[in-house]
Structures are given as structure tokens and as C-alpha cells.
């Protein structure tokens, strides 16, 4: 690990993907902070080597501990990630990922941090026009979590190019693996596997002839690495380019657990997008980065998980 970079915050470090990224730090001997309000991560997926503080990032309170921390590096994951809550409730959306991002960004400018890695979405961002999405076509959400995303990309954008402060936007397909809540823009992986371990009948959305690009965790976890030593301000595609249907995936997964369960269709969420996935050409090319875990290996390894869990 570069010199440069001894200490991180992690942002939403006790969810998802934020408790995989603060395990690497930490393997990368990093000393690590994570802020979190706890709203939907768990305190048990902090690795007990980072030093752990429950609070929002919208309390004024973060400001001052941020100055305390004085990180190198913040990687920018706490948000509210619930695309049909986001519909219902635009407003604590807004106030999450907009407000939220607006503290975090003012934090940093005021603490001499080197490097902000912001986690946004790229399934959320676009729908109309031909998948897989490069960085050049334009976003244009449509759910209120797909706007409170652009317009946190929109203030990182600024803020780079008026307080000189390098940002890098990492735009992430659907990201699967252990931990994942069931609740989350993508968690359809999670919610399969919870139900079909359960031994109940399955329900899903529509034909299932929807397609989505999944991206195992370690391989995002793996970008934000990337991007935190990446010398400039980007902003990058990080997904595997190929699209799955939601049905295959199903099928993939009862040949991974070898059951075969019923399965229930109910009609499809109106506004949902049929086809989603995202080029990372660019990453690859100028990030270096690329997807190592097949769809097959990454599902095994969540369904071990899960089934681990259950076991508990
Ligand atoms: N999972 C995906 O497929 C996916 C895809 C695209 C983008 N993302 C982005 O990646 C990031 C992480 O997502 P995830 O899937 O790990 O979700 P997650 O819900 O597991 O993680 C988000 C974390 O943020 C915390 N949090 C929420 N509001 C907070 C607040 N006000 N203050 C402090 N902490 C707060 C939650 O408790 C949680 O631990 C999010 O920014 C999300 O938008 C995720």
C-alpha cells in the first residue's frame, strides 16, 4: 500500500460491500475507521481491527470527527440503497444520499484528505437506449434513488474541480456476494437464496426474462482498492458487461444448492428496466481493473454463506 495512504474511512463500512472493502484495508494494513449509523448495516460485519463509530453522517458531530481522524483516503458508501423505498420516501432518500454526501464532501475538504472513492450506481442511473452502458452515454434516472445518485456524482464532480480535490466515482452494476441484505437495489440474489434455504416456493417479478449484470463483491471491493492509489479524478463503469436473466440466475442457483423448488410469477413492478448492464472497458483499460469471479464460483460462495448463517 502506498505510504501516502495509512488511514482510511470507510462510510457504511458495517454494510454490504463496506464490510468486505474495510476487511482488505485492513489485510492491507490500513488502519481503518468505518462510520455508520447501523440503519441498515450490522454491527457483526465489522472487522474488530477497524475502530467503529455508530453515527450518521448527517449528524453535525461527523464534521468534527472526521477532523479527528484526519484520514487519508474516505471511501463514500453510506447510503440509503432501497430503489422502491427511495419512490415512496423520495425525501429521506434525498436527505441520505444527497445531504449525507454534501457533509462527507465538506468534512473532507476541511481535513486534507487525499483521496474520496465515491459508490455510486450505474443499474440505477440508466434504462433507456441499448445495454451494456458506457460511461459516455448520459445518465438519466428516473427513480428517486437514481437522481439522489447523479446529484451526489454532480457535487463530487464540483468539488473536485474547485477545491482540487481528487475524486474518484465508481459506478457499480449489481453487486452480489455474502452479507448482502435483501433489501437492496440488487439484493434479488439474497432474497433468492433466504427463500429457497427456507425450502418455501420462490415469487418473482414478471417473466423473469429480465436481464441484470452481476458483479461479485470482492471484484468491487477490488476497484475501490484500485481506485484510491489511481493518481487523478475519474469516474468509471464497474461491471462485467454481460447480461443474465433474472430466470437463468434462478436456475443457476437451484443447481448450485441441487433442490428444485416452485416457483410463483407475479406481475412485474411497473417501471422496472428490462435490460441492464454496464461496459467497464474503460476501467479495464485505464483502471486495470477487471471482474475475476464467474457468475457460477460467486454464487456458490454466497450461497455457502447464507447457508452458514442458517446454521447459527
Ligand atoms: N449493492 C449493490 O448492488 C449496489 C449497486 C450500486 C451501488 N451501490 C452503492 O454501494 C454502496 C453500498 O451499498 P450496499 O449494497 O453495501 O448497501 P448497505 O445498505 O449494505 O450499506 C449501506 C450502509 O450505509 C449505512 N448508512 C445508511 N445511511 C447512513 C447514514 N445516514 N449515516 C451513516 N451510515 C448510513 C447503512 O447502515 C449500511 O451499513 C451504496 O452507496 C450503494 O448505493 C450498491
Known sequence: MPKAFRRAL????????????????????????????????????VNPKAEFFQMSINDPEFFFLVQRIKPDVIFHLAAQINVRYSVKNPRHDAEVNILGTLAVLQAAKESNVKKIVFSSSGGAMFGKGKPPY?????????????????AAELYFLQTQALYNLPCVILRYANVYGPRQGAKGEAGVISVFARRMLAGGSVT?????????????????????????????????????GKETSILTLYRAMEKCMNISLALNHIPPVSGEVMHSSLDAHRARRVLKWQPTVKLEEGLQRTIAWFKMQEKK
Open 10 to 45: 470507510v462510510t457504511g463500512g458495517a454494510g454490504f460491500i463496506g464490510s468486505h472493502l474495510v476487511d482488505k484495508l485492513i489485510r492491507c494494513r490500513m488502519q481503518v475507521c468505518v462510520v455508520d449509523d447501523l440503519s441498515s448495516g450490522e454491527r457483526s460485519f
Open 134 to 150: 458506457t460511461e459516455m452515454v448520459s445518465p438519466n434516472p428516473f427513480s428517486p434513488y437514481g437522481i439522489s445518485k447523479r
Open 204 to 240: 418473482m417479478n414478471g417473466s423473469g426474462k429480465q436481464t441484470r449484470d452481476f458483479v461479485y463483491v470482492d471484484d468491487v471491493v477490488a476497484a475501490n482498492i484500485l481506485a484510491m492509489k489511481f493518481p487523478q479524478s475519474d469516474l468509471f463503469h464497474i461491471g462485467t
